[in-house]
């Protein structure tokens, strides 16, 4: 990594938007798995810290990503950037992350700490691993499909993006997500009817557990019902408040 920012030279940077990471669902969790998400998040950013220190250039903002998971399984309570943090690896490992981060924030820089939701959109993400299991009408709920999902347009994550870099009061943890709370329930009969398909096969929790492992329950059985108060007390507005809104534009073709 040192090697790669090396070949920057004498690049002065105004802002730095760091969203490095390896996916959580890209391998059943194991100790060599949770190492690999670790260096491509924390291990990652201290080098950034590092680099920017050494060339004494620092940016004058950090937008750097983390997770909603940051709050574990908060249930049908309303979290928002007030709340604390959870207990299991994803939390832990968001707090970590976001721990780098605030070194930047030692040294005067404005930092934003973006815990983002789920990005939705149909060429990447999660949902684009869900589709053709929906396509088919093989979709169905997780679970008994109570716990919720936060979720946000990639478009409007886009514009919240471009919003803090211009908004110098911007700083600390932001939600990422829409306004809209949904269950796991409704998002997936909504993401069936928006396709017309039916929703056959609900994944019964001991089946997620078998073949996930600890992912089962921090990722996809795991509940926070997060609101963006912070983003909306800056004044952004959504263009996609609602997921029915969504998921229109998405399959609008």
């Known amino acids: 990594m ?15 938007i760091n969203l490095a990471g390896e996916s959580l669902a890209s391998a059943r ?19 950034l810290f590092d680099f920017f220190v050494s060339g004494d250039r620092l940016p004058k903002v950090l937008l750097n990503a983390s997770a909603v998971g940051f709050y574990g399984n908060c249930g049908d309570r309303l979290v928002d950037e007030r709340d604390g943090a959870g207990s299991d690896f994803a939390a832990q490992l968001c707090c970590d992350w976001e721990a780098a981060a605030l070194r930047f924030e030692a040294k005067g820089v404005r930092v934003c700490r ?10 990447g993400g999660a949902l684009k691993q869900m589709l053709p299991a929906f396509h088919l009408g093989l979709g169905g709920r997780m679970g008994a ?3 919720y999902m936060p979720w946000i347009h990639r478009r409007d994550l886009l514009r919240l993006i471009l919003f803090l870099l211009q908004q110098e009061q911007a700083r600390g943890a932001i939600n990422a997500v829409a306004p809209e709370s949904v269950t796991n329930l409704q998002f997936t009969a909504l993401l069936a009817r928006s396709l017309h398909r039916p929703a056959l096969l609900p994944m019964p929790e001991p089946v997620l557990r ?5 992912m089962a329950d921090a990722l996809l059985l795991s509940s926070q019902r997060v609101v963006p108060a912070a983003a909306r007390s800056l004044g952004f507005n959504f263009e996609y408040s609602h997921l029915q809104q969504a998921f229109a534009a998405i399959f609008k073709n």
């Open 2 to 16: 040192v090697g790669r920012l090396d070949e920057l030279g004498a690049i002065d940077f105004t802002a730095l």
């Open 145 to 147: 499909g109570r716990h």
């Open 114 to 123: 973006m815990r983002f939701g789920i990005v939705l959109e149909q060429d």
């Open 210 to 214: 078998l073949l996930f492992g600890e």
């Open 29 to 47: 969790w194991s100790d060599k798995s949770k190492q690999k998400f670790r260096a491509s998040r924390v291990d990652f950013t201290h080098g």
